[in-house]
Each structure stands twice: as C-alpha cells, then as structure tokens.
C-alpha cells in the first residue's frame, strides 16, 4: 500500500492517461510528480539524467513505455534501486498476440514490472475513445470529414482514458489488485462506422467511415512519412483487431472500481461540446 505521504511518479503524464490520472491521484490528496519532456517533472526516457531527479524519493510508478523498448529494463532497476515499491505498466489489450517486432516497448515493460522484484500491475486497454480527439491519430481525419481505417464490420469496446486513469490510481493506493494483468474496456462493443455515426451525429457534421484494404492503409501512412516501424506495428494491431481478439468488452474496471466504465455515446457527446470536432 502507498501512503499519503508517498511520491507516486507518474510517466506520459501529459498524454491521454497520464493527464487525468495526474488529476485523480491529486484530487485524492496524494503527491504527485507529473514527468515527461515537457511536463512539470522533466523526464526523458532517451536522457537517463533526468530519470534520478525523477526517481528520487518516489515510491510508486506509473510507466508509460518508449517505442524503443532499450532502455525499459535500466528504468525499471534504477526505480527499484531507488526506493520503488509498487509500479503500474501501461500496455495494451491483445499485446500476447503480436509478434515479437510489434509494440516492443509496451512487451518490454510487462517484462521488466513483473521481473521487478517489487509490486506490480498491468493494464491492457482496447483502443481508447481519446483517439478520436485530444490531438490524436484520428482527430484530424474527422475534421477533414473521412475516417479511412482497414477494420472492417469488426466492433471495438472502444475506453475512456478517465476509466483507466481510475483504475490505475487504484492500483497505485490501494492493496488488492497488484500481480495481475488488467484487461479494460468500455461497456459495448461498436463498429468504427457506427463510432463516427455517432461522432457525426454529436458534433452535427458530415463525417464519412471509410474502410481500407490494408496494403491501402500501409501505403497511405507510408506515404504520410509515417515510419515503418510504426506503419508495422499498426498494421499488426488492425490485423489482430479484425481477426476479433479483442472485440468483446471485459470487466477490467468494474472489477478494480465498482462501477461502470463510460458509455461511447456519452463521451462523444461531452467531447463535441467541448468542441473536440467543431
Ligand atoms: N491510444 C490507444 O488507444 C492505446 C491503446 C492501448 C495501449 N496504448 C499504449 O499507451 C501508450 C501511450 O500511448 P498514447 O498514444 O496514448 O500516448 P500518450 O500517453 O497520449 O502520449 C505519450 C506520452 O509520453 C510522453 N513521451 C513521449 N516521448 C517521451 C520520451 N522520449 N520521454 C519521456 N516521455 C515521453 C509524452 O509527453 P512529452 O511529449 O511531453 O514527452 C506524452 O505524455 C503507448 O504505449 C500505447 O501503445 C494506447
């Protein structure tokens, strides 16, 4: 268990999750020490002298992983060495399924929490409703009013990045849950063509699904300058998605938090007034 007392180091904390579990756990009166390159904390995962400033006096970790997974297990044995006791990895839902090129970073934490010698958790999500907004991947294709993905009829139980920042601080403060893979998703599964009906229909837009041949989504993201790597491990994630592994909702948050997880229709009519798509 972590105290009120305890420095909780949180990684990615302006990202989607980050962000809001910075505010859950500060919201609970806990310390937080909010990192990442531009945030509060400065914290690089390619500058290892920023991770002692970081570490120092902190007793748990939530981990956010790089793409490069090199320098995962120098982090983690540094934190442990400093006084750690408890992490919680960011992962994602269905990662047992990828091949061994594909998400590495992600992989790589997993493997280094649970060899950490210390408390562990981790969270595998589906893909997140703050995608379609927040600055992220698809936010600027449903402006321009055409979202184009290779995933065909296959539902997503898309998560609110809120639900999982609940969950983590969860597993942060309280006992019960550490040693385990949390899978989490939102309560029902939707097709992406009924996702941006909805999202259409929130922001009262035209906005189109269109669905791509994968080699046609390959090239279009090769041809936006997208890495191959990155084009490579999103190619696998559409595959594994289409092949319906992780298409049906879980209870990973009603397990952890005793309550529903945030419906699909309700986010997106909260994001369009916040003018997500406007
Ligand atoms: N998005 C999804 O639907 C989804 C679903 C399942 C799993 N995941 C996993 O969740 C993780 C986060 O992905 P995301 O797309 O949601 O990103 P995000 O958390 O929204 O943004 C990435 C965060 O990492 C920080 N960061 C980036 N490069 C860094 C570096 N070199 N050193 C330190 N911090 C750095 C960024 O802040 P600065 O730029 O300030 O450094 C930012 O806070 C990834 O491992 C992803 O695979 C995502």
Sequence with gaps: MTTHDD???????TGKTG??????????????????????TRFDWSDQDTWAAALDGASAVYLVAPEDPAPVDAFVKQATEAGVRRFVAL??????????????????????????????????PNNFNQNFDDDAAWRPPLLAGRLALPIGATPEPFVDTRDIADVAAALLTADGHQGQVH???????????????????????????????????????????????????????YANMRAGHVAEPVDGVRRVLGREPVDFAAYATEAAAAGAWA
């Design 183 to 237: 899978e989490l998703s939102g309560p029902r599964a939707l097709t992406f063509a009924d996702a941006v009906r909805t999202i259409a229909e929130a922001a009262g837009r035209d906005i189109e699904f269109v669905e791509l041949d994968p080699a046609e989504y390959r090239a279009e993201l090769l041809a936006e300058g997208v890495p191959e790597e990155v084009v490579r491990d999103l190619d696998e994630m």
């Design 7 to 13: 420095d909780i180091l949180v990684l990615g904390a």
């Design 91 to 124: 992962s994602g839902r269905g990662v047992e399924r990828l091949s061994a090129e594909a998400f590495q970073g992600m992989a790589a934490a997993e493997r280094a929490v649970r060899d950490s010698g210390v408390e562990w958790s981790v969270i595998r």
């Design 19 to 40: 962000r809001h579990l910075v505010g859950a756990l500060r919201a609970a009166g806990r310390r937080v020490r909010a990192a990442s390159r531009s945030a509060e």
